[in-house]
């Protein structure tokens, strides 16, 4: 199998390099290398790679900043995943495109299902479902939330940061979800790929959390093995009191029983991949 992974300097391309089947040819373009909005640019470097799968790990990410520059926001999550699927379609690659809790209101009370209405809160959230529009049904598309993993810009390397940093954290306890560490979903989308699977498909660990129920199991994990040396209160606050630009649905969480049907396994409960993770960060740095 051979898979070429644009994006592939983010933390989710550089896992999705990681974990990737034994035998698997990869190659990789990060930002610089490839502007996956160049439609030339990116039907040659399909066209050289003649990959089996085409995994889209770039994006704009950057939630609370589109709200001012949803324009480019929209060039990148959502017109250039349409020159990605028309050059998979031309050079015949299945697109593996990987979206978001936040095309979803958060106003629901069960996990969403796959086929749940969207309502997308703002900007970011929008442009992420014009990529799963732009996809296309050939493509296969993956919808997350939370990620983090041992590298790049994360809540829990945040969180670690601010706690040996500062007396106190305060963290929003009023918007759940379900942190999902990197490592597994990029074995997912490896092996859903891998099966040819096509259609709108959800994936995150298990369980059910706030960001405060998050940060609290991120210092007592961390103190357990030794990455941090000392506690420090972590303060539940409202979304009130941590305005942003843009809003966050306040009840996320992803139904995944299709995707976990499909993979014959299920995912570890979110604290058990991230005690997984500080293990990493403790022996790795």
């Known amino acids: 199998m051979k898979a070429l992974i644009v994006g592939s300097g983010g933390q989710l391309g550089r896992a999705l390099a990681a974990v990737a089947p034994a035998g698997a040819q990869v190659i990789g373009h990060d930002r610089a290398a490839l502007d996956i909005g160049d ?10 790679a003649r990959p089996d799968l085409l995994f889209n790990a770039a994006a704009y990410t950057a939630v609370d900043k589109a709200e001012s520059e949803e324009a480019e926001a929209l060039r990148i999550n959502g017109t250039a995943v349409a020159v990605l699927a028309g050059a998979a379609r031309r050079h015949g690659a299945q697109l593996v495109h990987v979206s978001t809790d936040f095309v979803f209101d958060g106003r629901s009370g069960v996990p969403y299902a796959p086929d749940a209405p969207t309502a997308p809160l703002g900007a970011y959230g929008r442009t992420k479902l014009a ?6 049904a050939d493509a296969l598309i993956v919808r997350t939330a939370w990620v983090y993993g041992a590298s790049g810009g994360n809540f829990v390397r945040t969180m670690l940061r601010l706690m040996r940093e500062r007396d106190e954290v305060r963290v929003v306890a009023d918007q759940i979800g379900t942190p999902t560490r990197v490592d597994g979903l990029a074995a997912a989308l490896w092996a859903l ?11 995150t ?18 103190l357990a093995i030794g990455l941090l040396d000392r506690a420090v209160p972590v303060i539940p606050i409202p979304t009130t009191d941590f305005p942003t630009p843009a809003r966050r649905p306040a009840f996320s969480v992803l139904d995944k029983q ?12 979110w604290r058990v991949a991230l ?5 990493e960060l403790s022996e790795h740095g």
């Open 131 to 136: 990529g799963e529009q732009a996809a296309g």
């Open 193 to 203: 790929g891998g099966q040819g699977v096509r259609g709108t498909f959800q994936y």
């Open 39 to 48: 439609a030339a640019a990116v039907d040659a470097a399909v066209a050289a």
């Open 275 to 279: 005690r997984t993770t500080l293990k």
């Open 205 to 222: 660990d298990s369980g059910v959390a706030s960001w405060y129920d998050f940060a609290v199991a991120i210092q007592e994990e961390a």
């Open 258 to 269: 299709s995707s976990w049907d499909r993979l014959g396994w299920q995912a570890p409960h």
